[in-house]
């Protein structure tokens, strides 16, 4: 019937939709991969056994885990550096003000909440050098808040 049909045609459009916000980036070489937010409490960042020490860690062959701290007006570690066709899950969080950690010409763009940890992974084909920008405003010095992103 043709309500099937209607059915059918608007379910390929989401799929398609859905398929093009996943798979934006991969010209860029980058893929994200996931998203979610446990949560952190901003004075215990110090004491924290991933965010005391921002860094990125080596989990696997190809896997890391990078543990990034935002915070006026700066990003720790303020140069990530990540090896190319790697898979790297981002946890970043917010000592003080919401901020963001963009990176510059990928789709990697997400709120940073003071308390909660956002999550995202991301798959590095190629070597690049990015620029990490905050994109919410989060005081007088916001516009300089950069970071460098490194895949070597
Ligand atoms: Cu941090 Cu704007």
């Known amino acids: 019937s043709y309500e099937k049909l209607w059915l059918i045609a608007s379910m390929v459009l989401i799929v398609g939709f859905i398929a093009t916000i996943t798979y934006g980036a991969v010209g860029l070489g980058i893929t994200m991969v996931g998203d979610d937010e446990p949560t952190i409490e901003p004075g215990e960042l110090s ?80 070597p690049g050098e990015y620029g990490v920008v905050c994109n919410e405003y989060c005081g007088s010095d916001h516009h300089n808040m950069e970071g460098q992103l490194h895949v070597i």
């Open 47 to 126: 004491d924290d056994e991933r965010f005391g020490e921002p860094r990125v860690e080596q989990v696997g062959e190809n896997e890391y885990e990078a543990y990034v701290v935002a915070q006026t007006f700066i990003f720790q570690p303020d140069v990530i550096e990540v090896p190319a066709n790697s898979e790297v899950t981002f946890y970043v969080t917010a000592r003080d003000v919401i901020h963001s950690f963009s990176v510059v010409g990928t789709n990697v763009n997400t709120m940073v909440i003071p308390g909660e940890v956002s999550e995202m992974t991301v798959e590095f084909d190629e």
